[in-house]
């Protein structure tokens, strides 16, 4: 009885092993296959891996984003060098140019200035005339001056007063107006040149120097606009003013000039007032005789 028992267990046993033994395999089996798959993605992620052991930044966003930020910082530092760089040559550039303009008008002030100095050193020689000591080269400028004349009429002022103009020596008519003692126009010299002539005569320039300075002196004691015609006009001054016999002579370059430089320049005293043929006034202080021609001071 107890052997049956025996039997059946085992049997049952066996039943019961007999039916785990096949499920214990499978179930075996499918965890080492799941090991085995783990074991080959981590074999994967370790070949992706780096020597230093960093997943491939190809295959992980994070990374990905990484590299591109990286690659974003270096290109504008690049970016930034090369700003730098232009705004370098930029600046250099315009310092030059600054430099170069800056050289430009120094020299152009340097040239105006020298211009400037020879002009009126020019001036100063054309207007330091002394009647009394020429040099020999404006003397022989007065002699070649004295060969150009023009005859007057009534109807020839504008060529008589072109022809003035073009007779003097070393200045412009302008240039005579600005540095003149005295203020005169272009009638009133005319007119000047003319009594110049009539009252000393064909003589030499320094006697009609002589006579245009008393002229002028009588024009600085009046003062004033156009104070030479004022001193020619003046009552009982000069005989010839209303006379015909001013349209009757020859102006030539030596009188343009000696009226030129007596209002340029004083070579007598400025006391030097009168002038009369053959004799002094018995009223006045003797001065000087030049060729006929008695000259007195106030």
Same mark, same amino acid.
């Given at each position: ?6 039997? %059946? ?195 030499? !320039?320094?006697?009609?120097?002589? %006579? ?34 001013? !349209? ?51």
């Amino acid at each position: 009885m107890l052997q049956k028992r025996l039997t %059946v267990l085992s049997a049952v046993l066996l039943m019961i092993f007999g039916a785990a033994v096949p499920a214990m395999q499978q179930n075996t089996v499918i965890a080492s296959a799941a090991q085995t798959s783990e074991m080959t993605e981590e074999a994967s992620d370790a070949d992706e891996m780096d020597p230093e052991g960093f997943v491939d930044d190809e295959n992980t966003p994070q990374t990905v984003e990484a590299d591109v930020d990286d690659g974003e910082d270096e290109e504008d530092a690049i970016l930034a060098v090369e700003k730098e760089e232009k705004e370098k040559a930029a600046k250099k550039l315009a310092e030059k140019k600054a430099k170069k303009a800056r050289e430009a008008r120094e020299k152009k002030l340097a040239a105006q200035k020298a211009k400037e100095a020879k002009e009126a050193a020019r001036i100063k020689k054309a207007t330091n005339i002394n009647a009394k000591h020429l040099s020999k080269e404006y003397k022989k400028k007065i002699a070649k001056a004295r060969k150009k004349s023009i005859r007057v009429t009534k109807r020839n002022y504008r060529s008589r007063i072109k022809a003035e103009e073009n007779a003097l020596i070393d200045l412009s008519f302008e240039e005579l107006r600005d540095h003149a003692q005295v203020h005169f126009t272009r009638k009133s010299f005319d007119l000047m040149c003319r009594v110049v002539r009539q009252e000393a005569g064909p003589v030499s !320039y320094y006697t009609q120097e002589m %006579v245009a300075e008393v002229i002028v002196h009588r024009a600085m004691k009046l003062g004033g606009e156009d104070s030479i015609y004022k001193a020619l006009t003046a009552k009982g001054q000069f005989s010839c003013i209303n006379s015909s016999v001013l !349209y009757r002579n020859n102006i030539d370059g030596q009188i343009v000039n000696a009226c030129k430089d007596a209002l340029l320049n004083s070579s007598h005293p400025k006391s030097l007032m009168y002038f009369r043929a053959n004799y002094y006034f018995n009223w006045c202080k003797p001065y000087k005789k030049s060729e006929g021609t008695y000259f007195s001071l106030a």
